[in-house]
């Protein structure tokens, strides 16, 4: 009977590691695979800076590389730069991992807006928010060349990793790491 009651114990227990697992979001249960580099090709449109950045090891994120895509991603018409939210360059990875486009630059329309700037584009119709995630670092708007637009949209609805915005008469999908949402 003792032994009943342990191999029932050991098949609870595992199946309720199980169905653990099964529940964590997405974000949690990818921390869980093996961590690896991650590489960003990024040109930046209105610049025409390009920037090919290893900014996370597999272990931790490469302070150098991040001082370096927080200038591509810089307020170029006030000359501003603001530290951008890494969490914003793991979804690009990832986005780009699921798209199988890593191999593809990234075209940057528009990363860090300072409060000035993003007034000065805000008309009525444009679609820049009044309290935009530009501001602060955390969102991008962007495509990236021979994809299509609606796919890029898709995949990053997909990751339910932020909000995503499409912009398909500007040519651009905006991510950010803000609450999932979408327009």
Do not use: C
Request: charged share 25%.
């Amino acid at each position: 009977m003792d032994q009943i009651d342990k191999h029932r114990r050991k098949w609870l227990a595992l199946g309720t590691a199980a169905m653990g697992i099964a529940l964590l979001p997405g974000r949690a249960f990818a921390m869980l695979s093996t961590p690896r580099p991650r590489i960003l090709v990024i040109n930046n449109l209105h610049t025409g800076e390009t920037l090919k950045t290893e900014f996370f090891d597999g272990k931790r994120y490469n302070k150098d590389e991040l001082a370096r895509l927080n200038h591509l991603f810089r307020d170029y018409r006030a000359g501003k730069v603001k530290n951008i939210d890494p969490q914003l360059f793991d979804h690009l990875y990832r986005l780009q991992v699921m798209l199988g486009t890593h191999n593809k630059p990234v075209q940057l329309v528009s990363g860090y807006r300072s409060l000035a700037t993003n007034e000065s584009l805000r008309e009525p119709g444009s679609g820049v928010a009044k309290h935009s995630y530009h501001t602060q670092g955390k969102a991008m708007d962007f495509h990236i060349q021979g994809v299509d637009l609606a796919h890029i949209r898709k995949a990053a609805l997909k990751m339910r990793m932020g909000g995503v915005g499409y912009y398909p008469q500007s040519d651009f999908v905006h991510i950010d790491t803000g609450p999932a949402r979408t327009w």
